[in-house]
């Protein structure tokens, strides 16, 4: 994929995230505080991606997108597709 590509399929991702976080928030609203915690635990993820997918988006305009934060390597595409927020290459997330 090239740079737009990727900016849009990024774009659209945080969006779908952003619209679940919305859902799950007022699912939240109806239960009793802390009754259901997998129900926050899920929610956390959804809001940590949605930052994760922000973060991706910035690295996208300063040119670094793809890159593992450790090894400097360029993460393969069909990593980044499933997780277009990831900032290690497998073998570096394999490690922490
Ligand atoms: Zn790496």
């Known amino acids: 994929m090239d740079k737009k590509s990727w900016k849009d399929f990024c774009e659209k991702q945080k969006e779908k995230m952003q619209a679940k976080v919305a859902i799950l928030k007022t699912e939240i609203a109806d239960y009793d505080q802390g009754s259901d915690h997998e129900y926050i635990f899920i929610f956390e993820r959804a809001t940590y ?48």
């Not at 991606?49 to 069909?78: F, H, W």
């Open 49 to 96: 991606k949605v930052k994760k997918i922000n973060q991706a988006l910035t690295k996208m305009d300063r040119g670094d997108y793809g890159r593992c934060v450790s090894c400097r390597q360029m993460i393969p595409e069909q990593r980044l597709i499933i997780l277009p927020e990831v900032d290690h290459c497998f073998a570096c997330a394999k490690k922490t």
